[in-house]
Nanobody, 120 residues
C-alpha cells in the first residue's frame, strides 16, 4: 500500500510560480509511474502530467505544456510539479497519483489533494 501526501498548494497571482510536492511512503516508489491530476470546481478530475519510474519519460496535458514541469527524486521518494506562468484556469485541487504501469486508465494510489488558487 502506497501513501501519497501532497504539499505546496496556496494562493498565487496570475503569472506567478508555485511548486507542488508529493511524498510517497509504504511502497517501492522507484517502480511506480507518478502523475499529477487536478479537479476544478464543478468539473471532473483531469490529467496534468506524468513521469516514468526512471524519470526519463514525461507526458503533459496540452493546457500545461511549456509552463509546468514534473520531476522526481527516487532517493527521497518525492515527485514535484513546478508550475510557472500560472493562469486563473489553473485553479483546482491538485492530486498526486501512482501507477504500476505507464499512463494507465486507472491509477492505483491517490493523495488527498492540495488546493491551488490563481487570482487575477
Amino acid at each position: 500500500q502506497v501513501q501519497l501526501v501532497e504539499s505546496g498548494g496556496g494562493l498565487v497571482q496570475v503569472g506567478d510560480s508555485l511548486r507542488l510536492s508529493c511524498a510517497a511512503s509504504g511502497g517501492d516508489f522507484v517502480t511506480y509511474t507518478m502523475g499529477w491530476f487536478r479537479q476544478a470546481p464543478g468539473k471532473e478530475r483531469t490529467f496534468v502530467a506524468a513521469i516514468s519510474w526512471q524519470g526519463g519519460t514525461t507526458n503533459y496535458a496540452d493546457s500545461v505544456k511549456g509552463r509546468f514541469t514534473i520531476s522526481r527524486d527516487n532517493a527521497k521518494n518525492t515527485v514535484s510539479l513546478q508550475m510557472n506562468s500560472m493562469k486563473p484556469e489553473d485553479t483546482a485541487i491538485y492530486f498526486c497519483a501512482a501507477a504500476r504501469s505507464w499512463l494507465p486508465n486507472a491509477w492505483d494510489y491517490w493523495g488527498q489533494g492540495t488546493q491551488v488558487t490563481v487570482s487575477s
